[in-house]
């Protein structure tokens, strides 16, 4: 199992800017895709992002294509998300997560990831 812990969360304006953390540790990190899920209030936890095992391949949700950016430091054991031209509808507790099987893209089922962040929650004012 591995632990992971988000940061990097907060209050921002609209068309501003967050970079979020997801620091890693336990089971070989570098070996897993790794996801960004987000949650708004009164709605189900959607896809964000994805990035394989290795860095080479990501995924986006249309809603944040072009604006977000996932990335990986495997030598640092962590993932981020760079979140740009936010809008209100961006706000959400962003999750991070490592996919359940090594050596794989991850996809954007939320099925496919086995181990979950606590969640940091990013409020974007309008």
């Known amino acids: 199992q591995v632990q992971l812990v988000e940061s990097g969360g907060g209050l921002v304006q609209a068309g501003g800017s967050l970079r979020l953390s997801c620091a890693a540790s336990?089971?070989?990190?570098?070996?897993?895709?790794m996801g960004w899920f987000r949650q708004a209030p009164g709605k189900e936890r959607e896809f964000v992002a994805s990035?394989?095992?290795?860095?080479?391949?990501?995924a986006y949700a249309d809603s944040v294509k072009g604006r977000f950016t996932i990335s990986r430091d495997n030598r640092r054991n962590t993932g981020y998300l760079q979140m740009n031209g936010l809008n209100f509808e961006d706000t959400a507790v962003y999750y991070c997560?490592?996919?359940?099987?090594?050596?794989?893209?991850?996809?954007?089922?939320?099925?496919?990831?086995?181990?979950w962040g606590q969640g940091t929650q990013v409020t974007v004012a309008s």
């Open positions: 336990g089971r070989t990190f570098s070996r897993y895709p």
């Open positions: 990035i394989s095992w290795d860095g080479a391949s990501t």
């Open positions: 997560a490592a996919g359940l099987n090594p050596w794989s893209e991850g996809g954007s089922a939320q099925a496919g990831f086995g181990s």
